[in-house]
């Protein structure tokens, strides 16, 4: 029964909104209060496809009329807006209630959803409204995606042509480095393609890339000739020099007396 009510209520008011706004002459120079209400600014962009991001629209009422009073938060006001406020509100988009006001007269509305059509034109106002001419309607074409393929790396999905893209490499396998990126088609220009992580703008068609790796080059030391120390230090004095001569002297000496004691023996004989 409430519920039978509530949609009897919003009948009325259709009626009565309609009845006024086909009433109303509007002149072609007129003051603000003359209007029926008027609508903030406002800017819908989009691309057709894609969920638009949500835009606040508020009407505020300049006659003493309080007539969104069984209107509340939530409520969807598609039919509303598109019968009663624009004449060009794009297909596919969607309105609903934010908030109404204590007196009825400033009624807040969410504009969203996905439009399916383009446009790029100012929003057309009913004549009962202020016009508001800095209010535009822009949804684009949809973009196209185009595939990035990486091998050995990351990053493979759909871009959008001019997503700045961002691929990474694969750790290297044992024994091996990172060497560069091949890249095809090969007129796509990497910002470092030394780098195992780099970036790039998504041109207009797919790309595959793929990580190159290489051996891993162990440096090689210098096999330095080793040079030993010959010389016999002395403990006590830490002098090679004369160590060295006390040595040779001794072997001279010995030597001189193994000469004498085999000449004696051989004289005796």
Request: charged fraction near 20%; glycine fraction near 6%.
């Amino acid at each position: 029964m409430k519920s039978l009510k509530k949609r009897v209520s919003k009948i009325l008011l259709s009626l009565t909104m309609l009845f006024t706004i086909t009433s109303t002459v509007i002149p072609t120079k007129v003051s603000a209060e003359t209007y029926f209400a008027s609508i903030s600014e406002f800017k819908i962009e989009g691309e057709v496809g894609k969920e638009i991001t949500p835009v606040i629209v508020v009407l505020t009422m300049f006659s003493n009329q309080n007539w969104w009073p069984m209107f509340s938060a939530g409520d969807d006001y598609t039919h509303e807006i598109k019968e009663y406020f624009f004449t060009n509100f794009p297909d596919g988009l969607k309105s609903k209630v934010v908030s109404v006001d204590s007196e009825c007269k400033i009624l807040t509305l969410e504009i969203y959803g996905t439009p399916t059509k383009t446009m790029n034109e100012v929003a057309t106002i009913d004549p009962t409204f202020k016009p508001n001419t800095d209010s535009t309607i822009h949804i684009k074409e949809p973009s196209s995606n185009y595939r990035l393929t990486v091998n050995s790396g990351t990053g493979s999905e759909k871009y959008v042509t001019g997503d700045l893209v961002t691929i990474s490499a694969n750790a290297p396998a044992s024994g091996k480095v990172f060497k560069e990126w091949l890249v095809n088609p090969s007129d796509v220009i990497l910002s470092n393609a030394k780098s195992a992580t780099t970036t790039f703008t998504m041109p207009d068609k797919n790309v595959e890339v793929t990580a190159i790796y290489g051996d891993r080059i162990t440096p090689v030391s210098e096999n330095k000739p080793v040079v030993k120390n010959t010389n016999i230090t002395s403990p006590n004095t830490g002098n090679t020099s004369k160590t060295i001569l006390c040595i040779s002297f001794l072997a001279l000496s010995g030597c001189a007396l193994g000469y004498g004691l085999n000449k004696k023996k051989a004289l005796k004989k």
